[in-house]
């Protein structure tokens, strides 16, 4: 029936259409911005400080963000995570419960979170407990006290979680995307197996800990409004003493670049979770500025491509999205969409023929200004709050970018050329080379899928 | 576990930040004094078309934060269209008088902002963050909007398939989907306009008709029936006289007459389950009918629920999480769709958790029955109430502070829109200093009985972990 209406074309307008339309008034003109100022010092372990000084009300985050993560675990799938996790049971002096409260009496709560290659303990508090919170956040760093008898609970949570995940279609689609793309480096395995978490015990736990924290891995970022020398004291008197330790795994991994499609049952799903990556230029090659523009025109932003043609042309999906993902030497474009299932194929050849079409012309100037303008604002709206900043100078430390990557980010942006972008396409964004994942009702989609000309050739792993 | 929420687009992200409105004088620890709170500078006024006004400035980055909310929200949909309200806040971003599909949508990102749109318990909001310079081009826009829509058969059924991708993106496709958020309150209440299905029967989101969009326009989209926040950066006679040129044309329109939406007091426990066949644990919620809002005993409640559920220094986090290992987290809330102060009508305080099939919800109940009992025996300690309010008082700094403004103009716009009264935002923290703490324990035992709570007990369909691909 609704197929019907739709084609008949009826426009009901609520109003009359204006017969000639008005048109938006034209904005005025850009306002200076400056970014807030960031200052960075080395003690003499290593540990790394930086104070961004901005803000107007009376917050400080203070952030150890430390260089390990899944990528020091090996073939212990989320042993980082566990460790990382029971740093929140208690230091040599505070049990459990009295971090909690001491972070809830500052008007904060510590926040701990294990990451590919960054692992961050952190707090946002009110200024006046600026320098407690400093000590708080070393204490649980330089001090866990591991005890084994939270372990089985901790552990038992993690299991609990990880069955959770694998009946999540994102979880299950991303386990498989991972375990293609990167093979037997731990950014392959982004779930353990089963039975495997039981096999960790405190002595595991702790070797971690050992073998992976230290000042050498750790930068300490604060941002926010605060008495600058009060901190700076509490700052070295908390991390200056700390154990050297390992510099930072360099262990980058290699993405595949062969194309390869999985196929994974979720029998009766009405939706198929389709993933796609392909390797691109990383943070620290000079390509990546046009990359990440390609990717914003592509399928980045509500109005890209892609987005536009799924959701507002097609109907096929709700949110579909492309991103750039990226690692210390390593980057992938990813193609994330929750499709209808009937028309999962449908969707993938559209998502295709986007992507020729790219590669095939380079956008029109006024297209690819938008993009530039919404990139822009965004780049205002992240920068003009203190953890904005303090997020970008934690990714430049961990790609090794120098401070014009942040202060030369307009400009550079601004000087894309339509060309770039395409040439971007044609060199990256590459069928042949993808990883194309499906979660879904295979035995109405799984025909469709393989029959698509661009996916002939695919290995079926 | 999703509590995704209705929402326009799920893609955008907000930059969290701290840049202020209220600026005030650092101290060190020692000389720190009671707080004087937030002071966040408002302007409130209404159009003749009864379009209320709420402008607050902050110069502190060269952004601004322009939100519309409508009145109108998923409680009051007509019965044979469930999920109508959220199908509708689709529809507005459809075409209205100058600007086709996508028009508006291309016009903010373009203008280098970022644009979304939710429905919740009692309004649809509309909000757009943006360059300062720009705010001119999306008054005009909203204006646009405001005053009609244009759209055709063909964008109503794009929409309609979008949305339907929504319902299975949050809850059909996905385990403990809507778990508690969309089924506690179906058990919970009683009065349908509380208790159905805010999602919508797929069934009714197809049947929507394009005579049905408008009917809906014209009752609850009207001037007099939303408030217009613009926070940031801005010249305020300019804003006002832009505001004045936009909007103030539009015409007056008739008030719907709003339903009766109160709850019955709840005399006995309820209890349900369901099999979640997608979910491989079992989970558990508890809901309670809230004070009403604004009342001393709502701040009270506000209290209470800091001290029983926020944050892991929380009484149960302490028992449930780190005693019991029951699960790795005990969430909830007063209003899972927002806070304490962004809605109008009956509300349901919910605690969740997912737990492992060894354990007997009962026993879970137990633990959280002897925590509640506490605090109804005697009254909260000095230590846990001073932590409530701190905490509470660092929310408010992180509210006013943030530089998207979204918080901001999300309180200003409900305490305009249900209370006449945007500046209610700079007396929240005194309101919670007035409660003592007698009547914290006197609430918990008015609001906390068994008799009035509703259990909800999820079902495991999925036997473990599931095959591994």
Same mark, same amino acid.
């Given at each position: 029936?609704?197929?019907?209406?739709?084609?008949?074309?009826?426009?009901?307008?609520?109003?009359?259409?204006?017969?000639?339309?008005?048109?938006?008034?034209?904005?005025?003109?850009?306002?200076?911005?400056?970014?807030?100022?960031?200052?960075?010092?080395?003690?003499?372990?290593?540990?790394?400080?930086?104070?961004?000084?901005?803000?107007?009300?009376?917050?400080?985050?203070?952030?150890?963000?430390?260089?390990?993560?899944?990528?020091?675990?090996?073939?212990?799938?989320?042993?980082?995570? $566990? /460790?990382? #996790?029971? !740093?929140?049971?208690?230091?040599?002096?505070?049990?459990?419960?009295?971090? *909690?409260?001491? &972070? =809830? %009496?500052?008007?904060?709560?510590?926040?701990?979170?294990?990451?590919?290659?960054?692992?961050?303990?952190?707090?946002?508090?009110?200024?006046?407990?600026?320098?407690?919170?400093?000590?708080?956040?070393?204490?649980?760093?330089?001090?866990?006290?591991?005890?084994?008898?939270?372990?089985?609970?901790?552990?038992?949570?993690?299991?609990?979680?990880?069955?959770?995940?694998?009946?999540?279609?994102?979880? $299950? /689609?991303? #386990?498989? !995307?991972?375990?293609?793309?990167?093979?037997?480096?731990?950014?392959?395995? *982004?779930?353990? &197996? =089963? %039975?495997?978490?039981?096999?960790?015990?405190?002595?595991?736990?702790?070797?971690?800990?050992?073998?992976?924290?230290?000042?050498?891995?750790?930068?300490?970022?604060?941002?926010?409004?605060?008495?600058?020398?009060?901190?700076?004291?509490?700052?070295?008197?908390?991390?200056?003493?700390?154990?050297?330790?390992?510099?930072?795994?360099?262990?980058?991994?290699?993405?595949?670049?062969?194309?390869?499609?999985?196929?994974?049952?979720?029998?009766?799903?009405?939706?198929?979770?389709?993933?796609?990556?392909?390797?691109?230029?990383?943070? =620290?090659?000079?390509?990546?500025?046009?990359?990440?523009?390609?990717?914003?025109?592509?399928?980045?932003?509500?109005?890209?491509?892609?987005?536009?043609?799924?959701?507002?042309?097609?109907?096929?999906?709700?949110?579909?999205?492309?991103?750039?993902?990226?690692?210390?030497?390593?980057?992938?474009?990813?193609?994330?969409?929750?499709?209808?299932?009937?028309?999962?194929?449908?969707?993938?050849?559209?998502?295709?023929?986007?992507?020729?079409?790219?590669?095939?012309?380079?956008?029109?100037?006024?297209?690819?200004?938008?993009?530039?303008?919404?990139?822009?604002?965004?780049?205002?709206?992240?920068?003009?709050?203190?953890?904005?900043?303090?997020?970008?100078?934690?990714?430049?430390?961990?790609?090794?970018?120098?401070?014009?990557?942040?202060?030369?980010?307009?400009?550079?942006?601004?000087?894309?050329?339509?060309?770039?972008?395409?040439?971007?396409?044609?060199?990256?964004?590459?069928?042949?080379?993808?990883?194309?994942?499906?979660?879904?009702?295979?035995?109405?989609?799984?025909?469709?899928?393989?029959?698509?000309?661009?996916?002939?050739?695919?290995?079926?792993? | 576990?999703?509590?995704?929420?209705?929402?326009?687009?799920?893609?955008?992200?907000?930059?969290?930040?701290?840049?202020?409105?209220?600026?005030?004088?650092?101290?060190?620890?020692?000389?720190?004094?009671?707080?004087?709170?937030?002071?966040?500078?408002?302007?409130?006024?209404?159009?003749?078309?009864?379009?209320?006004?709420?402008?607050?400035?902050?110069?502190?980055?060269?952004?601004?934060?322009?939100?519309?909310?409508?009145?109108?929200?998923?409680?009051?949909?007509?019965?044979?269209?469930?999920?109508?309200?959220?199908?509708?806040?689709?529809?507005?971003?459809?075409?209205?008088?100058?600007?086709?599909?996508?028009?508006?949508?291309?016009?903010?990102?373009?203008?280098?902002?970022?644009?979304?749109?939710?429905?919740?318990?009692?309004?649809?909001?509309?909000?757009?963050?943006?360059?300062?310079?720009?705010?001119?081009?999306?008054?005009?826009?909203?204006?646009?909007?405001?005053?009609?829509?244009?759209?055709?058969?063909?964008?109503?059924?794009?929409?309609?398939?979008?949305?339907?991708?929504?319902?299975?993106?949050?809850?059909?496709?996905?385990?403990?989907?809507?778990?508690?958020?969309?089924?506690?309150?179906?058990?919970?209440?009683?009065?349908?306009?509380?208790?159905?299905?805010?999602?919508?029967?797929?069934?009714?989101?197809?049947?929507?008709?394009?005579?049905?969009?408008?009917?809906?326009?014209?009752?609850?989209?009207?001037?007099?029936?939303?408030?217009?926040?613009?926070?940031?950066?801005?010249?305020?006679?300019?804003?006002?006289?832009?505001?004045?040129?936009?909007?103030?044309?539009?015409?007056?329109?008739?008030?719907?007459?709003?339903?009766?939406?109160?709850?019955?007091?709840?005399?006995?426990?309820?209890?349900?389950?369901?099999?979640?066949?997608?979910?491989?644990?079992?989970?558990?919620?508890?809901?309670?009918?809230?004070?009403?809002?604004?009342?001393?005993?709502?701040?009270?409640?506000?209290?209470?629920?800091?001290?029983?559920?926020?944050?892991?220094?929380?009484?149960?986090?302490?028992?449930?999480?780190?005693?019991?290992?029951?699960?790795?987290?005990?969430?909830?809330?007063?209003?899972?769709?927002?806070?304490?102060?962004?809605?109008?009508?009956?509300?349901?305080?919910?605690?969740?958790?997912?737990?492992?099939?060894?354990?007997?919800?009962?026993?879970?109940?137990?633990?959280?029955?002897?925590?509640?009992?506490?605090?109804?025996?005697?009254?909260?300690?000095?230590?846990?109430?001073?932590?409530?309010?701190?905490?509470?008082?660092?929310?408010?700094?992180?509210?006013?502070?943030?530089?998207?403004?979204?918080?901001?103009?999300?309180?200003?716009?409900?305490?305009?829109?249900?209370?006449?009264?945007?500046?209610?935002?700079?007396?929240?923290?005194?309101?919670?200093?007035?409660?003592?703490?007698?009547?914290?324990?006197?609430?918990?035992?008015?609001?906390?009985?068994?008799?009035?709570?509703?259990?909800?007990?999820?079902?495991?369909?999925?036997?473990?972990?599931?095959?591994?691909?």
């Amino acid at each position: 029936m609704r197929r019907l209406f739709a084609l008949a074309l009826t426009l009901l307008a609520f109003i009359a259409v204006a017969e000639n339309r008005e048109l938006p008034p034209a904005p005025g003109k850009p306002r200076d911005f400056a970014l807030p100022a960031a200052e960075t010092m080395t003690l003499a372990n290593g540990v790394s400080l930086t104070f961004i000084d901005y803000g107007s009300v009376p917050l400080v985050t203070v952030l150890a963000v430390v260089r390990t993560g899944n990528i020091d675990e090996g073939e212990s799938t989320w042993l980082a995570d $566990v /460790a990382v #996790e029971m !740093l929140k049971e208690g230091t040599t002096t505070r049990p459990a419960g009295n971090i *909690a409260r001491a &972070a =809830a %009496g500052m008007g904060g709560s510590l926040s701990v979170a294990a990451g590919a290659e960054q692992t961050s303990v952190g707090i946002s508090v009110l200024s006046e407990h600026a320098a407690a919170a400093a000590d708080l956040v070393a204490d649980v760093l330089r001090n866990p006290r591991f005890p084994e008898s939270e372990l089985p609970r901790v552990l038992a949570n993690f299991e609990r979680n990880l069955s959770v995940a694998r009946s999540e279609p994102d979880s $299950v /689609a991303g #386990e498989a !995307l991972a375990k293609l793309v990167y093979g037997d480096h731990p950014f392959g395995r *982004a779930l353990p &197996a =089963a %039975g495997q978490l039981g096999t960790y015990d405190i002595a595991s736990v702790r070797g971690f800990y050992e073998r992976n924290f230290g000042a050498r891995r750790t930068h300490v970022y604060v941002a926010g409004r605060y008495d600058r020398a009060t901190l700076e004291t509490a700052l070295r008197r908390a991390f200056g003493d700390w154990r050297e330790g390992a510099p930072p795994t360099d262990l980058p991994p290699k993405a595949s670049d062969v194309l390869q499609l999985r196929l994974i049952d979720r029998p009766g799903a009405p939706q198929s979770s389709l993933r796609i990556a392909v390797p691109v230029p990383d943070p =620290a090659s000079a390509l990546y500025f046009p990359t990440t523009l390609t990717n914003s025109l592509l399928g980045g932003t509500f109005t890209s491509r892609i987005t536009t043609n799924l959701r507002e042309d097609k109907g096929y999906s709700y949110s579909p999205s492309s991103s750039i993902s990226a690692h210390r030497g390593d980057a992938l474009w990813i193609m994330n969409a929750e499709i209808t299932g009937e028309h999962t194929a449908a969707a993938l050849t559209e998502i295709f023929r986007e992507i020729e079409r790219l590669q095939r012309e380079p956008p029109a100037a006024g297209e690819l200004d938008a993009i530039k303008r919404y990139r822009a604002g965004l780049f205002v709206i992240r920068n003009s709050s203190p953890e904005g900043v303090l997020g970008q100078l934690a990714f430049m430390d961990l790609h090794g970018l120098p401070p014009e990557f942040l202060t030369r980010w307009v400009a550079n942006m601004y000087a894309v050329t339509p060309q770039q972008v395409t040439d971007i396409a044609q060199r990256f964004i590459l069928p042949a080379h993808m990883t194309i994942v499906i979660v879904g009702d295979l035995k109405t989609i799984a025909d469709s899928v393989r029959a698509l000309p661009q996916l002939r050739e695919a290995q079926m792993p | 576990m999703r509590n995704a929420g209705l929402r326009f687009w799920s893609g955008l992200l907000i930059a969290v930040a701290m840049s202020g409105c209220s600026i005030q004088p650092l101290k060190s620890a020692e000389e720190s004094a009671l707080p004087s709170g937030i002071n966040v500078p408002i302007e409130y006024y209404k159009l003749g078309n009864g379009l209320k006004v709420v402008l607050a400035q902050d110069a502190s980055a060269p952004t601004v934060t322009v939100g519309v909310y409508y009145r109108i929200g998923m409680r009051i949909e007509p019965r044979d269209r469930t999920g109508f309200a959220h199908l509708f806040e689709h529809l507005m971003f459809q075409g209205s008088t100058n600007l086709g599909k996508m028009e508006f949508i291309r016009l903010v990102e373009g203008n280098g902002g970022v644009v979304n749109g939710s429905t919740r318990f009692d309004f649809t909001n509309y909000f757009e963050i943006v360059p300062a310079h720009t705010l001119e081009t999306i008054l005009w826009a909203e204006a646009d909007r405001m005053k009609g829509l244009a759209i055709t058969q063909d964008n109503l059924a794009n929409q309609q398939g979008v949305v339907k991708n929504e319902v299975n993106d949050n809850v059909l496709n996905q385990p403990y989907g809507g778990f508690p958020w969309l089924s506690m309150p179906q058990l919970a209440n009683e009065n349908w306009y509380n208790a159905h299905n805010f999602y919508g029967d797929l069934a009714h989101i197809d049947a929507a008709t394009l005579e049905d969009a408008r009917a809906f326009f014209d009752t609850y989209y009207s001037p007099g029936n939303a408030v217009l926040v613009v926070a940031g950066d801005f010249d305020a006679t300019q804003a006002r006289a832009w505001i004045g040129k936009y909007f103030a044309v539009l015409p007056a329109r008739a008030q719907a007459a709003r339903p009766d939406i109160s709850e019955p007091p709840q005399t006995a426990e309820k209890r349900k389950s369901y099999v979640d066949p997608l979910a491989p644990r079992p989970g558990l919620a508890v809901a309670w009918h809230v004070p009403g809002r604004g009342t001393p005993e709502h701040y009270a409640f506000g209290l209470l629920d800091e001290i029983l559920l926020q944050g892991e220094d929380s009484a149960l986090w302490q028992k449930l999480v780190q005693q019991r290992g029951y699960s790795s987290s005990v969430a909830g809330g007063i209003n899972l769709l927002g806070n304490m102060f962004n809605y109008d009508g009956p509300m349901l305080w919910t605690l969740y958790l997912v737990h492992d099939p060894n354990v007997a919800p009962d026993s879970i109940l137990a633990d959280i029955d002897a925590e509640i009992a506490r605090i109804q025996n005697a009254p909260p300690t000095q230590a846990e109430l001073d932590r409530a309010l701190t905490k509470i008082r660092a929310e408010l700094y992180d509210l006013a502070g943030s530089s998207d403004h979204f918080g901001l103009v999300d309180l200003l716009a409900a305490f305009a829109l249900f209370d006449d009264d945007p500046t209610r935002i700079n007396r929240i923290e005194s309101e919670f200093r007035a409660v003592k703490p007698g009547m914290i324990s006197e609430v918990a035992r008015a609001y906390l009985q068994r008799s009035q709570r509703s259990v909800l007990i999820l079902e495991p369909g999925r036997t473990q972990g599931g095959s591994q691909p």
